[in-house]
T-cell receptor, first 114, second 109 residues
Framework: KAGVTQTPRYLIKTRGQQVTLSCSPISGHRSVSWYQQTPGQGLQFLFEYFSETQRNKGNFPGRFSGRQFSNSRSEMNVSTLELGDSALYLC?????????????FGPGTRLTVL | TQLLEQSPQFLSIQEGENLTVYCNSSSVFSSLQWYRQEPGEGPVLLVTVVTGGEVKKLKRLTFQFGDARKDSSLHITAAQPGDTGLYLCAGVRFNKFYFGSGTKLNVKP
């Protein structure tokens, strides 16, 4: 069974631009969560989608948004990029929503904002 | 401020040594997980502990959940170079995952 895939793997943008990251969960998984990983703050929860609905949200500004499609694939969008948005963005999928099930992480998208 | 504090942040040891990584909080968690992450990859789940006082063993790794479900430890016996990586603890609280800042372990041959 294929694992969680994320595209693109690497991305370079400039301040003020916007970016869209994509995550394809393991087949059959309906929950997709997004995380931001930085050396200073570690891994921080952005949001979780289950069956196309946002179920949980972390403490990030409204510039960070996401959505989930009927096939469970998810996208994350960051608008008006700032230097501090440079990070590894990870998505994780699971069968069940919330913290009730094992999460399987993708390899991440490394975003660099110049 | 992180909800989960992990210590130490960095650990460099020789092959064969023992080590313990700590994950502490003032909050109660419904469960706690430990992950290992290697460069260029996402975290991989090692274990989930659910019950206060629970101890789980995975070969040379021993995981313990505190009685009050606020803290956890990971003990590695006779570390090997293949244990090198970033170890992360994650607590589940009200259906959200909260990760510790991680412990970067380097085991030298």
């Amino acid at each position: 069974k294929a694992g969680v895939t994320q595209t693109p793997r690497y991305l370079i943008k400039t301040r003020g631009q916007q970016v869209t990251l994509s995550c394809s969960p393991i087949s059959g998984h309906r929950s997709v969560s997004w995380y931001q990983q930085t050396p200073g703050q570690g891994l921080q929860f952005l949001f979780e989608y289950f069956s196309e609905t946002q179920r949980n949200k972390g403490n990030f500004p409204g510039r960070f948004s996401g959505r989930q499609f009927s096939n469970s694939r998810s996208e994350m969008n960051v608008s008006t990029l700032e230097l501090g948005d440079s990070a590894l963005y990870l998505c994780a999928s699971s069968w069940l929503e919330g913290g009730t099930d094992t999460q399987y992480f993708g390899p991440g998208t490394r975003l660099t904002v110049l | 401020t992180q909800l989960l504090e992990q210590s130490p942040q960095f650990l460099s040891i020789q092959e064969g040594e023992n080590l313990t990584v700590y994950c502490n909080s003032s909050s109660v968690f419904s469960s706690l997980q430990w992950y290992r992450q290697e460069p260029g990859e996402g975290p991989v789940l090692l274990v989930t502990v659910v019950t206060g006082g629970e101890v789980k063993k995975l070969k040379r790794l021993t995981f313990q959940f505190g009685d009050a479900r606020k803290d956890s430890s990971l003990h590695i016996t006779a570390a090997q170079p293949g244990d090198t990586g970033l170890y992360l603890c994650a607590g589940v609280r009200f259906n959200k995952f909260y990760f510790g800042s991680g412990t970067k372990l380097n085991v030298k041959p």
